[in-house]
């Protein structure tokens, strides 16, 4: 099991690799088999074809997030951890992720049958500010005006919609800067003193 879970994150990380480097359209599934140094049939295995790759942005972001979290300063206080999440993410996002592909991810989520994996509440993602969340107010650091689960939905919407402006302006501006500039300024309420 653990041999089939590493050759599909190779090709998973392969394809989000040659994305960035490549673009989407310019990427075959040759080049992404090559990269991965796995075969076709292996490849075949895992996904019926390179549009089957698109749905695996919430793996590639997942795994970014559990990566984050083994680098963050737990002394920090529940508020900045959510905010080094997000710079953090951002940078990853700008740097690794093309704006365009990204775009056009985030438009077909808008479709009435598209699948949302990115909206899956069993997501690493939702666990991790989650629980940030609750220990904040366990601590004292962030608000019990709102539940968990109500300051969850406000942060990731106000993560989407960063990452919604800055697809909608071709990422002609770091979204990393920007979300450290705006972000504490959405948050604000949510923040003990």
């Given at each position: 099991?653990t041999d089939q879970i590493n050759t599909k994150?190779?090709?998973?990380?392969?394809?989000?690799?040659?994305?960035?480097?490549?673009?989407?359209?310019?990427?075959?599934?040759?080049?992404?088999?090559?990269?991965?140094?796995?075969?076709?049939?292996?490849?075949?295995?895992?996904?019926?074809?390179?549009?089957?790759?698109?749905?695996?942005?919430?793996?590639?972001?997942?795994?970014?997030?559990?990566?984050?979290?083994?680098?963050?300063?737990?002394?920090?206080?529940?508020y900045d951890k959510l905010l080094y999440m997000?710079?953090?993410?951002?940078?990853?996002?700008?740097?690794?992720?093309?704006?365009?592909?990204?775009?056009?991810?985030?438009?077909?989520?808008?479709?009435?049958?598209?699948?949302?994996?990115?909206?899956?509440?069993?997501?690493?993602?939702?666990?991790?500010?989650?629980?940030?969340?609750?220990?904040?107010?366990?601590?004292?650091?962030?608000?019990?005006?709102?539940?968990?689960?109500?300051?969850?939905?406000?942060?990731?919407?106000?993560?989407?919609?960063?990452?919604?402006?800055?697809?909608?302006?071709?990422?002609?501006?770091?979204?990393?800067?920007?979300?450290?500039?705006?972000?504490?300024?959405?948050?604000?309420?949510?923040?003990?003193?």
């Amino acid at each position: 099991m653990t041999d089939q879970i590493n050759t599909k994150d190779k090709i998973v990380n392969a394809a989000w690799d040659l994305f960035h480097i490549k673009g989407y359209e310019n990427t075959t599934v040759e080049d992404i088999i090559a990269t991965a140094r796995t075969s076709k049939g292996t490849f075949y295995y895992y996904f019926d074809r390179k549009d089957s790759l698109l749905d695996t942005l919430s793996t590639v972001l997942d795994r970014q997030y559990e990566e984050l979290e083994k680098k963050m300063d737990q002394d920090l206080n529940s508020y900045d951890k959510l905010l080094y999440m997000n710079y953090e993410m951002h940078l990853f996002i700008e740097k690794q992720i093309d704006v365009d592909l990204l775009s056009s991810l985030y438009s077909t989520q808008l479709l009435p049958k598209a699948k949302s994996n990115l909206l899956d509440q069993n997501r690493v993602y939702y666990k991790l500010i989650n629980d940030i969340v609750e220990e904040g107010q366990k601590q004292g650091q962030i608000t019990k005006d709102k539940s968990v689960r109500e300051i969850t939905k406000y942060y990731t919407l106000c993560e989407r919609a960063l990452i919604s402006d800055w697809c909608l302006n071709r990422g002609s501006y770091s979204l990393a800067q920007y979300s450290k500039e705006y972000m504490p300024l959405m948050l604000r309420a949510f923040k003990e003193t």
